[in-house]
T-cell receptor, first 113, second 112 residues
Framework: SAVISQKPSRDICQRGTSLTIQCQVD?????MFWYRQQPGQSLTLIAT?????????ESGFVIDKFPISRPNLTFSTLTVSNMSPEDSSIYLC??????????FGQGTRLTVV | GESVGLHLPTLSVQEGDNSIINCAYS??????FIWYKQESGKGPQFIID?????DKRQGQRVTVLLNKTVKHLSLQIAATQPGDSAVYFC???????????FGKGTRLSVIA
């Protein structure tokens, strides 16, 4: 199984600022995904982080708000830009290698004040 | 888009009893299903998976049943323990290279 490290684990941010979340995997993986989990709710996919190309965003999520980088097969970042209180959520990085279960990081708990 | 849902949002069981958590999925093309357990403050943890060419799979104290006819998935936990208290999510995908679609989640509370 892959070991995923997410940083920071939590943060409290002022509205209007941006936060970059890092996801580091201990092995090379094909697929990396970013999810959002709003309080008391399930996980919603934000985007698929593609190595060497632009991320693929789901409906309702745009690159200007959630820019994503994936410079190699073990690392990705998600930025939450121009934050508002509605962005307060847990943000989760997930990895998969196709035909196997997906593994998750511990998540980043973001509070916007 | 299509989504995965759950019948029961909360479930309380006595310690030692068996738990059954249900999930309905809508994408008939899905061929891979996973159950995750999420404890407070943690990311989802893999419990068990099943592929569409199977209808039952067993793990340690857990069993997943898949009924493709009615697009229903269930997770059975035998001899439920306090440590099983968590939120459980079902998730589906297809082709192995697409992201997971998650159900709403069921909170399992074990009464000692």
């Amino acid at each position: 199984s892959a070991v995923i490290s997410q940083k920071p684990s939590r943060d409290i941010c002022q509205r209007g600022t941006s936060l970059t979340i890092q996801c580091q995997v201990d092995s090379q993986v094909t697929m990396m995904f970013w999810y959002r989990q709003q309080p008391g709710q399930s996980l919603t996919l934000i985007a698929t982080a593609n190595q060497g190309s632009e991320a693929t965003y789901e409906s309702g999520f745009v690159i200007d708000k959630f820019p994503i980088s994936r410079p190699n097969l073990t690392f990705s970042t998600l930025t939450v830009s121009n934050m508002s209180p509605e962005d307060s959520s847990i943000y989760l990085c997930s990895v998969a290698d196709g035909n196997t279960e997906a593994f998750f990081g511990q998540g980043t708990r973001l509070t916007v004040v | 888009g299509e989504s995965v849902g759950l019948h029961l949002p909360t479930l309380s069981v006595q310690e030692g009893d068996n738990s059954i958590i249900n999930c309905a999925y809508s994408n008939s093309a899905s061929d891979y299903f996973i159950w995750y357990k999420q404890e407070s403050g943690k990311g989802p943890q893999f419990i068990i998976d099943i592929r569409s060419n199977m209808d039952k799979r067993q793990g340690q104290r857990v069993t997943v049943l898949l009924n493709k006819t009615v697009k229903h998935l269930s997770l059975q936990i035998a001899a439920t323990q306090p440590g099983d208290s968590a939120v459980y999510f079902c998730a589906e995908t297809y082709s192995g290279n697409t992201p997971l679609v998650f159900g709403k989640g069921t909170r399992l509370s074990v009464i000692a």
